[in-house]
């Protein structure tokens, strides 16, 4: 009893928890990267489907014109969320080879989507609200970038 007693001690000390805590945090980045690797490949899986229908069934070989700007833009935009999944897995890798949060890559990342979120952006259904939104993200994580990178060095 005295022994069962001990160990439950042992396991309720700050360093054994902590220990444990970190065993959990590593299982949830292990899942985290796996989901991200399933979504990846369906990111480019959809790419791939949307470009081979949009030549093969839109005429873009005969017609180039077929080839529209509104048809640019979805692959800029699906090319970009393939893009931010890799930034995405990148930060989980990391977080697992340095046990913490990359600031630098995160920010990188986030640039990213903004930059999606402008060259996708429909004027016709937005505000001008939105846009003045996306600007000032921009300039804040841009300014943040200066500052982690300048930090660095």
């Known amino acids: ?31 985290m990267s796996i989901a991200m690797v399933v979504i990846i490949l369906v990111a480019v899986a959809e790419l791939c489907l949307f470009i081979g229908q949009e030549i093969l069934f839109s005429n873009a070989l005969v017609d180039p014109d077929r080839f529209s700007t509104v048809t640019l833009i979805k692959v ?6 393939v893009l931010i ?10 977080y697992l080879k340095k046990h913490g949060v990359q600031l630098e890559l995160v920010i990188v990342t986030s640039l990213t989507a903004v930059a999606r979120k402008i060259i996708i952006f ?11 939104a996306l600007a000032i993200a921009i300039l804040t994580l841009s300014l943040s970038y200066w500052i982690v990178r300048r930090g660095a060095h």
């Not at 800029?76 to 969320?81: A, E, K, Q, R, T």
């Not at 897995?89 to 990391?94: D, L, Q, V």
Request: neutral net charge; hydrophobic residues 50%.
């Open 85 to 94: 999944a890799l930034e995405v897995m990148e930060n989980i890798t990391a």
């Open 1 to 31: 009893m005295r022994n069962f007693l001990r160990s439950i001690a042992r396991w309720g000390s700050d360093e054994s928890f902590l220990m444990g805590v970190k065993k959990v945090e590593t299982l949830a980045a292990k899942v």
């Open 76 to 81: 800029f935009g699906l090319f970009l969320n």
């Open 122 to 132: 429909d004027f016709s259904k937005s505000s001008g609200n939105e846009l003045m």
